[in-house]
C-alpha cells in the first residue's frame, strides 16, 4: 500500500510543481513588464550618450560636418594645457565641499529641530523647507541675481543700512564670486536633504532617547551618541548625492547667474566650460572629452567617500 501510494504521489507532485513554475514565470515576466520600459529609457538616454560621449572625445568633430577626423587622445592632451580646465575643477570642488558643509550642518540642525526638540508644526515647516525644491533652477538663478544687484538687490540695500554711504559691491562680477553661488544653491536644494534626515531620525527607536534621559544624557550627548550613528546611511546618501548634483549639474545656475562663466571664468565649471565649447565654439569633440572628465572625477570622488564614510551597519532589536 505504502508504494502505491509513493507511486501515485509521483505524477501530483510533477503536476504542482509545473504549475509553480509556470506561476514563477508569470510572475517574473509581470515584474519584467515594468522593469523593461524604464531599462529601455536608461539605456537609450543615458548609457547609449554616456559611450557615444566617449568615443566622439576620440576625434575631431565640429557638430556640423559629416567626417570625423581620429586624434585619439588629442583632446585630452589640449585638455591638460588649457589653463581654463584647471580653473573649472577647482571651482567645481568649491561648490562641491561649501555645499557638503552647508547642506549637512543646516539639515542636520533642522532635522533635529523638528525631531527631538518637540517645535509646534513641524510638518508645517517640513513643507515650508521643501518649496524651494520645487522651483526651477531657472527661477532660483534669477531670483538671486535680483538679490546680489549691486544696485537694486536686497542684499546690498540692506548692508546699506549698517553704512555711512550705499553699498554697491558686485558679489557676481568680482573674481571671488564663485562663493556667492553657495547660498542660492544650499537653499533651493537642502529641503530634500532635511526630509531624508528627518526620515532617518524617526525611524530611531525613541526607547533609546528615553533610556538616555534616563541616564542623564544632555541632548548634545544623546546627538553624538545615538542620532548621528543610527542615521549615518541617511548622512552617506545625502553627501553622495549632493557630490553627483554638484559636479553633473553646477553649470545651469552658473550660466542662469553669470551668464559665460563670470569675470575672467571665475564662476566657470566643467559642465558650463563643455556647454561653451559645444554650442559657442564649435569643438563638439573637445566637449565630450571634458564630459569624460566629468564622468571620471564623479566616479573617483563618489568611490572615495563610499570608501571613507564606511561604517559598520548597526542593528537594532
Known sequence: MKERKTAAAGPIDRKMSGRTGTAKMKRNMFILSFILPTLLLYLVFTVYPMFKGIYLSLFDWSGGSETYNFIGLGNFNDMFHDNVILKTIRNDYILVIGKVIGFMVLSMFFAVALTRLNIRGSGFYRIIFFLPNVLSVVVVGVLWRYV??????????????????????????????????????????????????????????????????????????????????LSWEQIKTSVVWIVMTTLNGSFVIVTIMTFEGGVDNATQVMGSYLYLNAFKFGKFSYASAIGVLILVLSLITTATLQRLMKRETIELT
Open 148 to 229: 546680489y544687484n549691486p544696485n537694486l538687490g536686497f542684499l546690498n540695500s540692506f548692508i546699506s543700512l549698517f553704512t555711512d554711504k550705499k553699498f554697491d559691491f558686485a558679489w557676481l562680477g568680482d573674481k571671488w564670486s564663485i562663493f556667492a553661488l553657495l547660498p542660492p544653491s544650499i537653499w533651493a536644494g537642502i529641503g530634500f536633504t532635511i526630509i531624508l534626515l528627518v526620515a532617518g531620525i524617526l525611524s530611531i527607536p525613541s526607547s533609546l532617547f528615553e533610556s538616555a534621559d534616563i541616564d542623564g544624557a544632555s541632548q548634545w550627548e544623546q546627538f553624538w551618541l545615538i542620532t548621528l550613528p
